[in-house]
T-cell receptor, first 109, second 117 residues
């Protein structure tokens, strides 16, 4: 079956760095997405990786290893507004999005 | 966990025809469902918020008469793309919020890929 695993919840301190991991097992691979979702709001796109390596975008970076079925989202210089859920999603060979359950990130002062 | 199912997962149609996509919450009731459109390698774009028993709320720039939304029950919302054209080809995805659970958590369907020839 197809499966996306990410931690349920993480806690970090304002100003620090946090890494949210995502492992996947899917039938085929057409890219991996990270979304941010604040409570009660629609998710917003953060990153897309289809090739191995690190993609940096400001304070956020996303890494992909296709051979390991692994990705992580790295958040630097954490701010209180970064408290949200972070969703990992993989597009399989049929271009279906397989979603992880999301990681709730709690930022403490 | 809460499961949201979309059908069909893939549809190909001729230009000028209408296509209906269903979004079902399988093990929970959803008073609110959301419809998104996603272009390749792009973010989900919220199209409309579907409320059970009332009219949907459309985002700016989304044609109401083009994308008909019906949320007739607590477990089913439908999106009908009327008089489809090739530019309507896209990936449509729905999500639902669990009734009574005030966490803001959304559960997403698998998505429906529409190709208009």
């Amino acid at each position: 079956g197809q499966n996306i695993d990410q931690p349920t919840e993480m806690t970090a301190t304002e100003g620090a760095i946090v890494q949210i991991n995502c492992t996947y097992q899917t039938s085929g691979f057409n890219g991996l997405f990270w979304y941010q979702q604040h409570a009660g709001e629609a998710p917003t796109f953060l990153s897309y990786n289809v090739l191995d390596g690190l993609e940096e975008k400001g304070r956020f970076s996303s890494f992909l290893s296709r051979s390991k079925g692994y990705s992580y989202l790295l958040l630097k210089e954490l701010q209180m507004k970064d408290s949200a859920s972070y969703l990992c999603a993989v597009m399989d060979s049929n271009y279906q999005l397989i979603w992880g359950a999301g990681t709730k990130l709690i930022i403490k002062p | 966990g809460a499961v949201v199912s979309q059908h069909p997962s893939r549809v190909i149609c001729k230009s000028g025809t209408s296509v209906k996509i269903e979004c079902r919450s399988l093990d929970f009731q959803a008073t609110t469902m959301f419809w998104y459109r996603q272009f390749p390698k792009k973010s989900l774009m919220l199209m409309a918020t579907s409320n059970e028993g009332s009219k949907a709320t459309y985002e700016q720039g989304v044609e109401k008469d083009k994308f008909l939304i019906n949320h007739a029950s607590l477990t089913l919302s439908t999106l009908t793309v009327t008089s489809a054209h090739p530019e309507d080809s896209s990936f449509y995805i729905c999500s639902a919020r669990v009734q009574g659970r005030d966490t803001g958590e959304l559960f997403f369907g698998e998505g429906s890929r529409l190709t208009v020839l």
